[in-house]
Structure formats: structure tokens, C-alpha cells
């Protein structure tokens, strides 16, 4: 697996939670919704492509309601992630937080062949790459697997939401494919 820890540490700057759009998976929705008894349109939003550049337009997680195409993402009122936490300027659901905030600004690396190489840091993450830290990578890895088994059945729900096209489709529609909305 390569070596065993990444030479980091986190100052909380709060580049992450400020400046990036999380995406999560149904699976971390399903989990917020539990730990914290919100309704999901109370923390999510749906980005369109003006609204987010760096995603793939090929990306398969994008929701096809006809005219326009969405992303699932985190809510960003003023420009801030809605469960960063004001006062003390950490996460809110930290616990249970999405998987990609837990592996962010970590970036995994693949050899050619598609075997796991290690993990090092984001290129485009505006970080200021302290390594005065030692992050262990065998539970980064564990996560990465997990957040691939969520994106897959992820990308098999989006699947079955863009083939029904029907009048007044909206994205808030894909919720209730996966959460019971009061
Ligand atoms: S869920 Fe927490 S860690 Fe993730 S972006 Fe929001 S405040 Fe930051
Ligand atoms: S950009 Fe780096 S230092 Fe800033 S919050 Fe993210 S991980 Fe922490």
C-alpha cells in the first residue's frame, strides 16, 4: 500500500468548508438525516454547471430533469458550508460528516495498471500543506473504498431518476428516492 502515513496536518483555515462545494452521496445524507432528525432540503442544494466548473461534465451523478442537469451538493449560504459552525469555526456534524470531507484535501494515486499507489494532496486545494503532522493512510484507504461502494450505488440511482422524464421533474424529486421526507 505504500507508506504509511501522509505528512500533514489540518490549521483549519477553513479553505475546505469555504471555498470547496461537497458533494455527498445519498449515503451521507441517509446519515445526517439520522444523526441530526433534519429535513435534507434543509442542508442541501442543487448546482447547475455555472454553479460548479470543476465536475466532469460527464460526471455520472449529474440529474437529468430535461432542460437542465444538477449536482447534489452540501448548502452553501454565504458561501460557507451550512454546518460549518460560526463560533467556533469547525464542523457541526463532524462525526458524521460526508466521506469526501473526511478524505479531503487527500487525493488517492493509482499506478497505471489501476493498483493503489498511496495517497498525496489535492492539486487545486489552495492548502497551506503544513507537514508538520502524520496522517495514517490505512483508514483514509478504508474510507476511499467505502465512499466507492456509495458512489456506485450512487450512480445506479441517478441511472434510474434520468430515465423517468416527466413534467415539472425538479431535483428535490431524487431525494425521496432514498430518504422518507415528512
Ligand atoms: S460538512 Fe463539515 S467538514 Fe464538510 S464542508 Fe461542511 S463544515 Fe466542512
Ligand atoms: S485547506 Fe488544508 S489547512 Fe485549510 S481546512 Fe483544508 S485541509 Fe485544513
Same mark, same amino acid.
Given at each position: 500500500m505504500g507508506k504509511e502515513y501522509v505528512r500533514f496536518r489540518c490549521h483549519h483555515c477553513l479553505h475546505c468548508c469555504t471555498k470547496v462545494v461537497c458533494l455527498p452521496t445519498p449515503a451521507d445524507v441517509i446519515r445526517i438525516v439520522q444523526a441530526t432528525?433534519?429535513?435534507p432540503l434543509s442542508f442541501l442544494e442543487f448546482v447547475t454547471s455555472e454553479g460548479i466548473s470543476s465536475v466532469d461534465p460527464n460526471d455520472p451523478t449529474w440529474l437529468d430533469c430535461g432542460d437542465e442537469r444538477y449536482l447534489m451538493a452540501l448548502w452553501r449560504p454565504d458561501e460557507r458550508?451550512? %454546518?460549518?459552525?460560526?463560533?467556533?469555526?469547525?464542523?457541526?456534524?463532524y462525526e458524521d460528516r460526508p466521506i469526501l470531507c473526511r478524505l479531503y484535501p487527500f487525493k488517492a494515486r493509482f499506478r497505471r495498471d489501476g493498483v493503489f499507489k498511496g495517497f498525496g494532496l489535492h492539486g487545486?486545494?489552495?492548502?497551506?500543506?503544513?507537514?508538520d503532522g502524520e496522517v495514517a493512510v490505512a483508514p483514509l484507504y478504508a474510507l476511499l473504498q467505502e465512499d466507492e461502494e456509495h458512489q456506485c450505488d450512487y450512480e445506479d440511482l441517478v441511472r434510474v431518476f434520468n430515465r423517468k422524464q416527466y413534467?415539472?421533474?425538479?431535483?428535490?424529486? %431524487?431525494i425521496g428516492m432514498f430518504v422518507e421526507r415528512n
Open positions: 432528525g433534519r429535513d458550508c451550512v %454546518f460549518l459552525d460560526h463560533e467556533n469555526r469547525r464542523c457541526g456534524i487545486d486545494v489552495e492548502c497551506p500543506r503544513h507537514q413534467p415539472g421533474k425538479r431535483p428535490e424529486d %431524487f
